[in-house]
């Protein structure tokens, strides 16, 4: 399915003729009853859906008719496939193999790019703007957008210092597919913080387009009541794809060298402490599509990456959803289905959604679609005949379905980290977060992000030997949507104090002593510094320049959390329930 490089505007008459092939009928009647002005805003209107729809309306239509035809008849896209465990590493963080990873994706990352996907807002969330604006955690207040920043100035200054150079024309692209709701605002708070500072030519923003409605078998398509448009809905994240093919993105990053190409969400802070290891997995194993997984209880409502195999031996390596999962574990793999094996997981890793492409291998497989990846339809019938649809359907296509297109026996497999290191997303509102933490259930929300920054830092520095906590008191606790929160030692590091787990476990074993601090004491680490003797901490501490001798602070601060009041407190702080608050009883 072609997509139109140079797009030409259809006339009133070809435009009625493709309505008249198309069998919409209501258009046509309703068009005909329109003045001259109206007529001129829906051909305008038409040519925009025409121009932005994936393939164009014939061709989305064309392709909707046989994908509704297989819904209808229950057809099993899974029919033809056995399934089996991927290729990939389940990954013991620390260890040998881990580190190898780690320093061997960093040799990379001159020669990465970072696409984000942020078409969302935070409505879901109780959060009135984009999501990438919300602050990970109250005590830095930096948004995710600023926080995902930060690790790529990162990587560009440990990549400048390898190769001793000062070059400032240099370096690593980021890209962010956006959408109508979300453009605007993203744009806004890029240039209000001065990119935060990125090369105004380093970020590069695609918008993602809706297509067209469906009502029916038939795809007719469905009209907006009180104006003669045609009713849009969201295409699905695997736009990004098209995204990128359209926009020459791809062909120029390959063009210039670069090898490898992170695809990650928006709202998942702890993520890039896994990608440089993810990366040096896909050199070691030589993958074309390499997915961060987590492991996955059996019947966990998460998508699993599986090796599907067909009678003739071909196979692709995708994601399954979970809902479409235990149906084909119980036919092709085992009559239990999803089960523990003997580590108490499912054989199949669960799917973070963050994908790390071989580039060249990438641009060969978008040329073959011009940037169209697999579709699939899920209409909600209101009949056992399934005949009509309670609302209006449309196509939909999924970021993780990209494999589907490689046809040429190239790899794919993933990359298993503990969810603790690299998987705490914000997705959820306070009171659905605080209702899964009563279940014992991941919250996944902004007050768990926050958590979950400051246990991962304190149990890295644990595990390198480096952290020793005295619990001279109770941990600091504020209690919300009655779920007691409890917050140990805050300890924050910035990228640039070390890009990657490897670069930090260097660090505390260069320094002689260790980090010794009070459970409600607070550490901050910034800038490429050296710490030689170790840290002795009662309050609250920024470390930003080297420090040759031990570094000794009593000053007693601390952040104390406070429960919010009915429409009290800011947005960032509304979303958690809580506010914070210095208590400064410093020594003079």
């Given at each position: 399915h072609l997509i139109k490089c140079l797009y030409l505007k259809m006339d009133e008459k070809t435009m009625l003729a493709l309505l008249k092939e198309l069998d919409q009928k209501e258009i046509l009647d309703r068009y005909e009853k329109c003045n001259e002005k109206e007529k001129v805003d829906f051909l305008s209107h038409f040519n925009y859906i025409d121009k932005t729809c994936p393939g164009g309306v014939k061709d989305y239509i064309q392709r909707a008719k046989v994908l509704l035809e297989n819904s209808k008849n229950n057809v099993n896209p899974f029919k033809e496939f056995t399934p089996s465990i991927p290729t990939g590493f389940n990954i013991n963080v620390g260890d040998s193999q881990f580190l190898e990873l780690d320093k061997l994706g960093m040799e990379q990352i001159k020669d990465t790019v970072f696409v984000m996907v942020a078409g969302g807002l935070g409505e879901r969330l109780g959060y009135p703007s984009i999501k990438i604006g919300i602050q990970t955690d109250l005590i830095t207040l930096r948004p995710f957008i600023e926080v995902y920043i930060d690790i790529i100035k990162a990587y560009e200054a440990r990549v400048l210092k390898a190769q001793k150079s000062t070059e400032k024309q240099w370096f690593i692209p980021l890209c962010i597919m956006t959408s109508g709701d979300t453009h605007d605002r993203t744009v806004k708070l890029l240039e209000e913080n001065n990119n935060f500072g990125l090369k105004n030519n380093q970020i590069v923003l695609v918008k993602q387009e809706k297509c067209p409605a469906i009502l029916d078998n038939e795809c007719h398509l469905s009209l907006k009541k009180d104006v003669l448009e045609i009713e849009t809905k969201p295409h699905g994240h695997g736009d990004i794809h098209l995204l990128l093919y359209q926009k020459g993105l791809v062909k120029k990053w390959v063009t210039e060298g670069k090898k490898y190409m992170v695809l990650f969400q928006d709202t998942n802070a702890l993520i890039f402490n896994s990608i440089p290891s993810a990366i040096g997995t896909s050199v070691k194993l030589g993958l074309a599509i390499n997915t961060i997984c987590i492991p996955r209880k059996p019947g966990e409502a998460v998508g699993a990456i599986c090796k599907l195999t067909k009678k003739d031996g071909s196979s692709i390596t995708n994601n399954v959803e979970y809902n479409q999962l235990e149906a084909l574990l119980k036919e092709k793999y085992n009559p239990k289905g999803d089960v523990p094996n003997k580590d108490g997981i499912s054989d199949f890793p669960g799917n973070t959604n963050v994908l790390i492409f071989q580039l060249d291998i990438y641009l060969n497989a978008l040329d073959k679609t011009k940037g169209l990846i697999p579709e699939f339809v899920n209409p909600k019938y209101a009949d056992e005949a399934k005949t009509k649809f309670k609302s209006p359907t449309r196509l939909e296509c999924l970021m993780q379905d990209l494999p589907k297109l490689l046809?040429?026996?190239?790899?794919?497999?993933?990359?298993?980290?503990?969810?603790?290191?690299?998987?705490?997303?914000?997705?959820?509102?306070?009171?659905?977060?605080?209702?899964?933490?009563?279940?014992?259930?991941?919250?996944?929300?902004?007050?768990?992000?926050?958590?979950?920054?400051?246990?991962?830092?304190?149990?890295?520095?644990?595990d390198f030997g480096k952290l020793e906590v005295v619990e001279d008191e109770e941990p600091v606790q504020v209690t919300v949507e009655g779920c007691v929160l409890k917050f140990g030692p805050r300890i924050i590091i910035y990228p640039s104090f070390a890009a990657s787990i490897s670069e930090l476990k260097e660090k505390m074993e260069k320094m002689k002593?260790?980090?010794?601090?009070?459970?409600?004491?607070?550490?901050?680490?910034?800038?490429?510094?050296?710490?030689?003797?170790?840290?002795?901490?009662?309050?609250?501490?920024?470390?930003?320049?080297?420090?040759?001798?031990?570094?000794?602070?009593?000053?007693?601060?601390?952040?104390?959390?406070?429960?919010?009041?009915?429409?009290?407190?800011?947005?960032?702080?509304?979303?958690?329930?809580?506010?914070?608050?210095?208590?400064?009883?410093?020594?003079?």
């Amino acid at each position: 399915h072609l997509i139109k490089c140079l797009y030409l505007k259809m006339d009133e008459k070809t435009m009625l003729a493709l309505l008249k092939e198309l069998d919409q009928k209501e258009i046509l009647d309703r068009y005909e009853k329109c003045n001259e002005k109206e007529k001129v805003d829906f051909l305008s209107h038409f040519n925009y859906i025409d121009k932005t729809c994936p393939g164009g309306v014939k061709d989305y239509i064309q392709r909707a008719k046989v994908l509704l035809e297989n819904s209808k008849n229950n057809v099993n896209p899974f029919k033809e496939f056995t399934p089996s465990i991927p290729t990939g590493f389940n990954i013991n963080v620390g260890d040998s193999q881990f580190l190898e990873l780690d320093k061997l994706g960093m040799e990379q990352i001159k020669d990465t790019v970072f696409v984000m996907v942020a078409g969302g807002l935070g409505e879901r969330l109780g959060y009135p703007s984009i999501k990438i604006g919300i602050q990970t955690d109250l005590i830095t207040l930096r948004p995710f957008i600023e926080v995902y920043i930060d690790i790529i100035k990162a990587y560009e200054a440990r990549v400048l210092k390898a190769q001793k150079s000062t070059e400032k024309q240099w370096f690593i692209p980021l890209c962010i597919m956006t959408s109508g709701d979300t453009h605007d605002r993203t744009v806004k708070l890029l240039e209000e913080n001065n990119n935060f500072g990125l090369k105004n030519n380093q970020i590069v923003l695609v918008k993602q387009e809706k297509c067209p409605a469906i009502l029916d078998n038939e795809c007719h398509l469905s009209l907006k009541k009180d104006v003669l448009e045609i009713e849009t809905k969201p295409h699905g994240h695997g736009d990004i794809h098209l995204l990128l093919y359209q926009k020459g993105l791809v062909k120029k990053w390959v063009t210039e060298g670069k090898k490898y190409m992170v695809l990650f969400q928006d709202t998942n802070a702890l993520i890039f402490n896994s990608i440089p290891s993810a990366i040096g997995t896909s050199v070691k194993l030589g993958l074309a599509i390499n997915t961060i997984c987590i492991p996955r209880k059996p019947g966990e409502a998460v998508g699993a990456i599986c090796k599907l195999t067909k009678k003739d031996g071909s196979s692709i390596t995708n994601n399954v959803e979970y809902n479409q999962l235990e149906a084909l574990l119980k036919e092709k793999y085992n009559p239990k289905g999803d089960v523990p094996n003997k580590d108490g997981i499912s054989d199949f890793p669960g799917n973070t959604n963050v994908l790390i492409f071989q580039l060249d291998i990438y641009l060969n497989a978008l040329d073959k679609t011009k940037g169209l990846i697999p579709e699939f339809v899920n209409p909600k019938y209101a009949d056992e005949a399934k005949t009509k649809f309670k609302s209006p359907t449309r196509l939909e296509c999924l970021m993780q379905d990209l494999p589907k297109l490689l046809t040429d026996g190239e790899k794919v497999g993933f990359t298993s980290y503990p969810r603790w290191f690299c998987f705490s997303t914000c997705k959820n509102n306070l009171k659905d977060a605080c209702a899964k933490l009563k279940k014992n259930l991941g919250p996944e929300a902004a007050f768990s992000v926050e958590q979950d920054i400051f246990l991962l830092n304190a149990r890295m520095l644990k595990d390198f030997g480096k952290l020793e906590v005295v619990e001279d008191e109770e941990p600091v606790q504020v209690t919300v949507e009655g779920c007691v929160l409890k917050f140990g030692p805050r300890i924050i590091i910035y990228p640039s104090f070390a890009a990657s787990i490897s670069e930090l476990k260097e660090k505390m074993e260069k320094m002689k002593g260790k980090i010794k601090m009070t459970i409600n004491s607070t550490l901050i680490l910034k800038n490429d510094i050296t710490i030689e003797e170790g840290v002795d901490l009662n309050g609250n501490l920024t470390i930003d320049k080297d420090e040759k001798e031990l570094v000794k602070c009593d000053n007693k601060r601390r952040w104390e959390y406070y429960p919010l009041k009915e429409n009290e407190g800011k947005n960032y702080e509304k979303i958690r329930g809580y506010g914070i608050l210095l208590n400064d009883t410093a020594n003079e």
